[in-house]
């Protein structure tokens, strides 16, 4: 099973970028899903991280009022919509999935909890 991000690229302090997080096997759709980055020399961090069936978030401090996670089961998919960057936004961004209950409202922002991983999508802001 894989996931697959996407949605990265280079953006002007201010602006907004969508990343999408595609699960190949339909069995994800409702397991929880996370999103964390990663700048160059830095630890991999939690960002945000949404529960199978999307009624509960939760967010890192440093994105929280900016950033939202949300999801589409019936595109196998899950976004991160980011708002009003900042060059300390820049990072390699991964998603991954948390295979619990998709009713759990419980959330983790451990990344040894994730048990599945998708590549990265770099994305770069510009001051």
């Known amino acids: 099973v894989q996931l697959q991000a996407s949605g990265g690229g280079l953006v002007q302090a201010g602006g907004s970028l969508r990343l999408s997080c595609a699960s190949s096997a339909r069995t994800f759709n409702t397991y929880a899903r996370g999103w964390f980055r990663q700048a160059p020399g830095k630890e991999r961090v939690f960002v945000a991280a949404?529960?199978?069936?999307?009624?509960?978030?939760t967010y890192a401090e440093s994105v929280k009022g900016r950033f939202t996670v949300s999801r589409d089961n019936a595109k196998n998919t899950a976004y991160l919509q980011m708002n009003s960057l900042k060059p300390d936004d820049t990072a390699v961004y991964y998603c991954?999935?948390?295979?619990?209950?998709?009713?759990?409202?419980?959330?983790?922002?451990?990344?040894?909890?994730?048990?599945?991983w998708g590549q990265g999508t770099q994305v770069t802001v510009s001051s």
């Open positions: 991954a999935a948390d295979l619990v209950p998709p009713s759990r409202t419980l959330l983790t922002r451990n990344l040894r909890d994730y048990d599945h």
């Open positions: 949404i529960n199978g069936n999307g009624r509960s978030t």
